[in-house]
T-cell receptor
């Protein structure tokens, strides 16, 4: 079975400060990891993914994430937060050896960037 | 536009009724995944089809069914609707094998059962 935990329901950060949204995962095999963002009344927009290789992944809109196999974590980061980054963020995982590749999502973290 | 088209965008129906949600995958993608997003359950995987065949099943109720047609579009049928079925239903598509090639999500169908 695969699972994702996002331990924080909400993260508040001041505009211009660095932000981190936490994610830990559990899979039987090797993970494929994803971050998506959802704005109100909108669909899921892809931010970045880790498949293999470099543990630091760079994505859209200045976001990056670091894969840490020993801690089974994939935290999302951005050096300088913008008010427009305020949204709901989802971490997701699939098992690369499972065959069906369905994504399992965390419960989401609401990011609020305060002007 | 993500390339994945879901219709309708909004649907309001009464308890006990049946509805059909439609998803057209991105061109070239063979897999379709259905997800339900509700406030209490978060994003739950329902079912996956690959090239017309069911590939994986998640937390899908027996009142719900799906299929993928030869042109690769998919339909999710929800019957005997209950208030608790009110949710945002997403479709995602991926190329053969999914995973490393990523997933593209549609904008969703918001179902309200009254």
């Amino acid at each position: 079975a695969q699972s994702v935990a996002q331990p924080e329901d909400q993260v508040n950060v001041a505009e211009g400060n660095p932000l981190t949204v936490k994610c830990t995962y559990s899979v039987s095999g090797n993970p494929y990891l994803f971050w998506y963002v959802q704005y109100p009344n909108r669909g899921l927009q892809f931010l970045l993914k880790y498949i293999t290789g470099d543990n630091l992944v760079k994505g859209s809109y200045g976001f990056e994430a670091e894969f840490n196999k020993s801690q089974t974590s994939f935290h999302l980061k951005k050096p300088s937060a913008l008010v427009s980054d305020s949204a709901l963020y989802f971490c997701a995982v699939t098992d690369s050896g499972a065959g069906s590749y369905q994504l399992t999502f965390g419960k989401g973290t609401k990011l609020s960037v305060i002007p | 536009d993500s390339g994945v088209t879901q219709t309708p965008k909004h649907l309001i129906t009464a308890t006990g009724q049946r509805v059909t949600l439609r998803c057209s995958p991105r061109s070239g993608d063979l897999s379709v995944y259905w997800y339900q997003q509700s406030l209490d359950q978060g994003l739950q995987f329902l079912i996956q089809y690959y090239n017309g065949e069911e590939r994986a099943k998640g937390n899908i109720l027996e009142r719900f069914s799906a299929q993928q047609f030869p042109d690769l579009h998919s339909e999710l049928n929800l019957s005997s609707l209950e208030l608790g079925d009110s949710a945002l239903y997403f479709c995602a598509s991926s190329v053969e094998g999914g995973g490393s090639r990523g997933y593209t999500f549609g904008s969703g169908t918001r179902l309200t059962v009254v």
